[in-house]
């Protein structure tokens, strides 16, 4: 009796400290979204305390609301007017914050907080001319704080204007110990190399039972960077079946605009290990919210038919789509293809997904295609194409993967391999597979 009468005493007060446990969360969690007018009665700093409680709980509107009576009892409290303009531009109303800021820079125009909130309301709002003017007052008043003239610093080279920013972090460093102009200065650096080096090696095996060489190539590539778009040049130097060739192909991203640019190539061999001539043009447009579309064509000459020396038809044509998303540090794209032929129209499709490094880059990715197309745009371009695709391809599907790795700043090494297997129209019991692997190293300078 004495035993059940303690574990009956035990289970009232665990119940009774499970109660108390509850409803201190419950009026915590009920003290943090204002249902009621209370806070009305607080007195100014309480009341400023409790706006910025709210806000930082996620409940924005009644934060201002807060802000809003503070100020009508106090104008002049600064501190209350520059978090509310903070709030208003965490909710992009960005005019209302301005007008806030301006009128407490009117009265104290040294104002550390409502110079950096103005600073950060005119980057955020994309007005990065209006942010280098705050920034620039802010160093005038305050050249001691080396945050201020890193943030003029940044602004300048977001502006397009690295020359400006350099001494301005140069001078940081030369004081102290700054991570954040240390990491921009590096950044400009890199940036400033506008020319590329690279040299790659690969190999194509493949045939019906077994395996044997069907090719191997090299390729040296030189690109620069304008400030109209990229250009660069490759010569590739192709061996196949004891047949050696070369070709020159030239390669452009001019910018057509915001969110606009355009893919642009053209290639010439004398050789039959390469098409004459391969002329390629593309439109790629941004869509918004990280995603991309394209619209483009191929169109191949080559008065050395392999297949048929009599062949009249020697123009080949094929038009190519995509779409493109990017999701934090992933990419996703289609691809299709459609080549008009006096037998029919011919298709395909791939898709790929690539991951990129937190830095961006270093990616890897893989790509799986079937149907009856040409290589992928960026492989048609520099690639040479062989013999034996000539003789048209039915059914065929391929998976490929690459990787791109940096090695200090300056360097990087790439590298792919992948599979794949078709049916060739002169036999469709013929399966044939190829393997292919290639490997390179690239330097900017």
């Not at 030189?222 to 990229?230: I, Q």
């Not at 059914?395 to 992948?418: C, D, P, T």
């Amino acid at each position: 009796m004495v035993n059940s009468t303690k574990t009956y005493i035990k289970l009232c007060l665990l119940s009774l400290f499970i109660l108390m446990t509850v409803g201190e969360g419950s009026y915590a969690l009920l003290a943090q979204q204002p249902s009621d007018d209370a806070w009305r009665d607080l007195g100014i700093d309480a009341l400023f305390k409790a706006a910025r409680d709210t806000a930082f709980a996620g409940h924005r509107g009644a934060a201002l609301q807060m802000c809003e009576v503070a100020l009508e009892r106090s104008p002049n409290y600064h501190d209350i007017r520059i978090f509310k303009s903070r709030v208003l531009a965490w909710e992009k109303q960005y005019e209302g914050s301005r007008t806030g800021l301006r009128k407490v820079l009117s009265q104290k125009p040294k104002h550390k907080d409502a110079l950096s909130a103005l600073f950060d309301v005119e980057s955020w709002s994309g007005n990065t001319t209006v942010a280098l003017g705050v920034a620039d007052t802010a160093v005038m008043y305050y050249p001691e704080i080396s945050d201020w003239r890193y943030k003029l610093a940044a602004t300048h080279n977001k502006l397009e204007n690295p020359k400006l920013a350099i001494p301005l972090l140069k001078e940081i460093l030369a004081e102290e110990e700054h991570e954040k102009a240390a990491r921009l200065l590096k950044n400009i650096k890199v940036a400033s190399w506008k020319n590329s080096l690279a040299g790659s090696y690969g190999m194509v095996i493949g045939g019906e039972d077994t395996l044997e060489r069907l090719e191997q190539s090299f390729r040296v590539r030189y690109g620069r960077k304008t400030k109209y778009g990229s250009l660069s040049l490759q010569y590739s130097l192709a061996e196949r079946f004891d047949t050696i060739g070369w070709q020159l192909l030239c390669e452009a991203y001019p910018s057509l605009g915001k969110g606009l640019y355009a893919y642009l190539s053209y290639s010439y061999s004398p050789d039959k290990v390469f098409v004459d001539h391969h002329a390629a043009v593309e439109v790629f447009r941004s869509i918004g919210n990280g995603q991309e579309v394209s619209l483009g064509g191929h169109w191949i000459y080559n008065k050395k038919d392999p297949i048929d020396s009599t062949a009249t038809n020697k123009v080949k044509s094929f038009y190519t789509g995509s779409y493109s998303k990017y999701h934090k540090n992933l990419l996703l794209s289609a691809r299709g293809y459609i080549s008009p032929k006096q037998t029919g129209v011919s298709g395909s499709a791939q898709f790929l997904l690539r991951k990129f490094s937190k830095s961006g880059k270093d990616w890897w990715d893989i790509t799986v295609g079937y149907g009856i197309a040409p290589r992928q745009a960026e492989e048609v371009s520099s690639s040479v194409i062989l013999v034996q695709e000539d003789a048209e391809t039915i059914n065929s599907w391929r998976i490929n993967s690459s990787v791109n790795k940096k090695i200090g700043a300056r360097y990087a090494v790439f590298g792919s391999a992948g599979l794949r297997r078709s049916d060739v129209t002169f036999s469709t019991e013929v399966k044939v597979w190829r393997v292919n692997a290639s490997l390179g190293a690239r330097m900017t300078f």
